[in-house]
């Protein structure tokens, strides 16, 4: 199943897109990796999710990557007396530690971080934004506000503190109890973290983990911005989650920390994925507005690695049509003739080793040489990562032996992965690149491929080597 585009599609599933059937007609759609939010699936769910994709898997022959996206910690205000509360703006509204049904002049929070962290000046956002508090004192038992804008609050809202940062870490009890449920599977490839607010908090997660599954941090917190290269260093990849992000930040500002994140995440060789309402409309309509047309290709020209539907496919009355969607926007954006000097204009400069002057040579080479393809071997994902890194102008089919490995690496910008044994020696490696590249659709007979891999064979790690080939007539080697 050959991709016409570069930029992946990850898809959430959900009660619009939970069977097996669905699940199939998303992927020949265009989704390459499925999203399971824990927020909304019980573990037996979530395994039987898993066991539905790893089917499809099977039968459309391609690797299939599955992330697991956790809750994180949800802060939230308790309850009212009459179920909700009319504010004022001006007036005075207290949070506390006291267990009892709220009224128009305090509620129960029942967080006592919370109590602990806020200082006079700090704000908090109620109901994503719609009230909007300003703390005048705190005591660690209370915080006293002031109403700035809003006029309602009911049972359960969300509470949001762009300006306060937490004491505890980004696992909640909850989330600890799903990630034994997901590493015990042992069938998922990537974590999400919510809510990061350091690099701290992934330490714990990667702890329990032990490089079992990627570690993907979700963005959404002002603290992460302010410590952001230390998280993509500790990260395997990052999300834009522009949802919680715009809540807790100015909206207007967006924008420029999704630019902000996607290439700083290119400069470090991870992924990035850009999420949240991306064609929101089309949860309810057939077709997106122009807007969200717009929203779409200015990820893709960016150069990001995924972009992720939410609701459009978990709950939408049209999954099949917004993957479709995003898949025909993709390809649109990545034939344009502007794609090419903008993508390129952000390409970083190689590492000073080896393996980064292999992955710069080799796309060199192809690009000057007008090759087919790029054909990398790569069994930890490493060499697959930095050839993705390079945004070369001609494909690149990602070899591996390690089914998990391929799976991991479907999240990649431009990676068509494909399992295959080890070579036995170089002209086995050399055929099978011919082959497989033959295969899958990328050269012709005639038609000329670049090889990267590592001598010896099948040592991780060690990529430092070039080979141009033809592809024969036979789809073998030529001369």
């Known amino acids: 199943m050959k991709r016409l585009r570069n930029v992946k599609i990850l898809a959430t599933l959900g ?4 069977d097996e059937a669905m699940i199939q007609k998303l992927h020949e759609a265009g989704a390459d990796l499925f999203r399971i939010n824990m927020s909304h699936s019980s573990h037996e769910l979530m395994r039987t999710l898993v066991g539905r994709i790893r089917a499809v898997e099977k039968k459309c022959g391609r690797p299939i990557g599955i992330l697991a996206d ?57 109901d994503d934004g719609r009230l909007q508090l300003l703390a005048t004192h705190s005591d660690k038992t209370s915080i006293t506000c002031t109403v700035v804008a809003g006029t309602k609050i009911s ?46 908090d992934l330490a714990e997660v990667r702890k329990i983990a032990r490089g079992r599954v990627g570690l993907m941090s979700k963005i959404e ?22 949802g919680d992000l715009g809540v807790e930040m100015p909206i207007e500002s967006v924008p420029g920390i999704q630019k902000q994140l996607t290439r700083a995440c290119r400069r470090a060789g991870k992924p990035v ?36 539907l939410s609701a459009e496919s978990a709950a939408g009355d049209y999954p099949v049509e917004a993957v479709t969607m995003m898949a025909s926007i993709a390809r649109k954006v990545e034939r344009d003739p502007n794609y090419p000097g903008i993508i390129y204009s952000q390409r970083p400069q190689p590492d000073a080793t080896g393996a980064d002057a ?6 060199q080479i192809a690009e000057t040489l007008n090759l087919s393809a790029i054909v990398c071997y790569t069994s930890s994902g490493n060499t697959g990562l930095r050839a993705a890194r ?25 990676l068509h992965c494909v399992v295959t044994q080890d070579a036995t020696d170089l002209d086995d490696m050399v055929d099978r690149a011919c082959r497989i590249a033959f295969r899958e659709g990328f050269g ?21 080597m070039l080979r141009i080939a033809y592809i024969g007539s036979d789809g073998m080697t030529g001369i």
Request: hydrophobic letters at 45%; proline letters at 7%.
């Open 70 to 126: 956790l809750q994180g910690p949800k802060l939230r205000v308790g309850k009212f007396a009459d179920g909700s509360a009319t504010l004022t703006a001006g007036q005075t509204f207290t949070l506390d530690n006291r267990d009892e049904p709220g009224d128009s002049t305090r509620v129960f929070l029942p967080h006592p971080e919370i109590l602990e962290a806020v200082q006079p000046g700090h704000r908090l956002l109620i």
């Open 155 to 200: 049972d359960k809202k969300g509470v949001s503190l762009p300006d306060t940062t937490l004491g505890v870490g980004a696992l909640t009890e909850k989330d600890r109890s799903d990630l034994d449920a997901v590493l015990a599977v042992n069938d998922v490839d990537w974590v999400a973290l919510s809510f990061i607010q350091r690099p701290e």
């Open 221 to 242: 917190k002002p603290q992460a911005l302010e410590r952001i290269d230390e998280i993509i260093e500790l990260s395997d990849a990052l999300m834009v989650a522009r």
């Open 444 to 464: 012709k007979p005639g038609d000329r491929i670049i090889i990267s891999a590592g001598v010896p064979l099948g040592t991780p790690g060690s990529t430092n």
């Open 390 to 414: 390079e945004r070369p102008n001609v494909p690149i089919i990602a070899l591996s032996p390690v089914i998990q490995t391929a799976r991991r690496l479907s999240v990649v910008w431009g």
């Open 358 to 363: 292999i992955s710069l040579a080799a796309r």
């Open 273 to 308: 994925v850009v999420a949240t309402q991306m064609l929101e409309s089309m949860i309810s309509a057939a077709v997106p507005t122009r807007a969200e047309v717009s929203d779409v290709a200015t990820a893709v020209f960016e150069g990001a690695d995924a972009v992720m």
């Open 15 to 18: 009660p619009a897109s939970s």
